[in-house]
T-cell receptor, first 113, second 115 residues
Framework: NAGVMQNPRHLVRRRGQEARLRCSPM?????VYWYRQLPEEGLKFMVY????????ESGMPKERFSAEFPKEGPSILRIQQVVRGDSAAYFC???????????FGPGTRLTVL | AQKITQTQPGMFVQEKEAVTLDCTYD???????LFWYKQPSSGEMIFLIY??????QNATEGRYSLNFQKARKSANLVISASQLGDSAMYFC????????????FGTGTSLTVIP
């Protein structure tokens, strides 16, 4: 049973470009969570999704950031018009039920030049 | 509001010795879970141990044990017989019953095991 998969592992973008981060949850998991880790900090919650639904986006910046988890395919975290401050590691986690342990992916390290 | 505090930015321990990593938390939820994760230099987050707020006994997983003191709101991680491979960042995290399913993480402790 493969773990949570994220790609790409490293992503470099110039200011103003778009970044698309993908997360494939573990098999049988329908709950996905995105977290951001700024340098020298702990992970901060961004958004919680179930298939086709956003359940909690209280940690997501109001502008430029969006997330989806379609019926088919991976969850996508999209950052439009990236700025240097978006440089961080973005982690995805999944769980089979809402109150179960979350399994983390390896993260995507976004660098904005 | 939920808050996790890790006051030790860096710790050193001699190989084969035990080390305690501190974690205190603040929550108004009657039921919550406490977690520890290890983040090696490669960057992935590795789950280590879980403690439920109503668990009567302290959690243990191999060389990891959680010293849970509910009245003091502390959930310290104890690593026994440290190994060189234990060198990593360690994060304490909490999830509350009434605050959705998001985790709240501390700022982490960097552990270095000295041979």
């Amino acid at each position: 049973n493969a773990g949570v998969m994220q790609n790409p592992r490293h992503l470099v973008r110039r200011r103003g470009q778009e970044a698309r981060l993908r997360c494939s949850p573990m098999k049988g998991h329908s709950h996905v969570y995105w977290y951001r880790q700024l340098p020298e900090e702990g992970l901060k919650f961004m958004v919680y999704l179930q298939k086709e639904n956003i359940i909690d986006e209280s940690g997501m910046p109001k502008e430029r950031f969006s997330a989806e988890f379609p019926k088919e395919g991976p969850s996508i975290l999209r950052i439009q018009q990236v700025v240097r401050g978006d440089s961080a590691a973005y982690f995805c986690a999944s769980s089979p039920q809402a109150d179960n342990e979350q399994f983390f992916g390896p993260g995507t390290r976004l660098t904005v030049l | 509001a939920q808050k996790i505090t890790q006051t030790q930015p860096g710790m050193f321990v001699q190989e084969k010795e035990a080390v305690t990593l501190d974690c205190t938390y603040d929550t108004s939820d009657p039921s919550y879970g406490l977690f520890w994760y290890k983040q090696p230099s490669s960057g992935e987050m590795i789950f280590l141990i879980y403690q439920g707020s109503y668990d009567q006994q302290n959690a243990t997983e191999g060389r990891y044990s959680l010293n849970f003191q509910k009245a003091r709101k502390s959930a310290n991680l104890v690593i026994s017989a440290s190994q060189l491979g234990d060198s990593a960042m360690y994060f304490c995290a909490m999830r509350g019953q009434n605050t959705g399913n998001q985790f709240y993480f501390g700022t982490g402790t960097s552990l270095t095991v000295i041979p």
